[in-house]
T-cell receptor, first 114, second 114 residues
């Protein structure tokens, strides 16, 4: 595997379910991100992890719970979601170094909450 | 805080015609600027970035963008598009201070027709 991978690619869940999204980066980066992409809206940054430490929580509801066990893996645990949480969830990673902030994105998980 | 405005939500264009996608940003400090492309059912891929130096930046797939500080713009251009350029294009900005976070525009959907 190369780059940033995400599983599952598609997920349908009821409002009372608990599920998790997984992201893995094979680039040796030290920062990882979760974004929410809704139709016709800018990407919304949800969480940022730098060297496994959460450095940003962008006022995300507590029904979304991130976990970063190491610099290569990032999870997003979901519980009691709402229909408006249906969206494409993108994971990204980057290597912090002066003058270069390029983020590498995974293909996303298309989440549908019924 | 910085913000990004993409002035066109949809741009239809004929094959082999030129295309320009407009992006304006607002920030009280210096920024880094990026253009990403998202093909259907895929994550975002970096097209090009402006960090410093020459204001004309060349990217992949024949795209280029010009940074105009006085107009706070970073418009993307391609002189001759292909069907395969059909995608959604996102402009993004990051502050030059230690901030590695990206703020994205709402995106421009380019549809190339034969």
């Amino acid at each position: 595997e190369t780059g940033v991978t995400q599983t599952p690619r598609h997920l349908v869940m009821g409002m009372t379910n608990k599920k998790s999204l997984k992201c893995e980066q094979h680039l040796g980066h030290n920062a990882m991100y979760w974004y929410k992409q809704s139709a016709k809206k800018p990407l919304e940054l949800m969480f940022v992890y730098n060297f496994k430490e959460q450095t940003e929580n962008n006022s995300v509801p507590s029904r979304f719970s991130p976990e970063c066990p190491n610099s290569s893996h990032l999870f997003l645990h979901l519980h009691t979601l709402q229909p408006e949480d249906s969206a494409l969830y993108l994971c990204a990673s980057s290597q912090e170094r002066a003058g270069d902030y390029e983020q590498y994105f995974g293909p996303g998980t298309r989440l549908t909450v019924t | 805080a910085q913000s990004v405005t993409q002035l066109d939500s949809q741009v239809p264009v004929f094959e082999e015609a030129p295309v320009e996608l407009r992006c304006n940003y607002s920030s009280s400090v210096s920024v880094y600027l990026f253009w990403y492309v998202q093909y259907p059912n895929q994550g975002l891929q970096l097209l090009l970035k402006y960090l410093s130096g020459s204001t004309l930046v060349k990217g992949i797939n024949g795209f280029e963008a010009e940074f105009n500080k006085s107009q706070t713009s970073f418009h993307l251009r391609k002189p001759s598009v292909h069907i395969s350029d059909t995608a959604e294009y996102f402009c993004a900005v990051s502050l030059r201070s230690n901030d590695y976070k990206l703020s994205f525009g709402a995106g421009t959907t380019v549809t190339v027709r034969a």
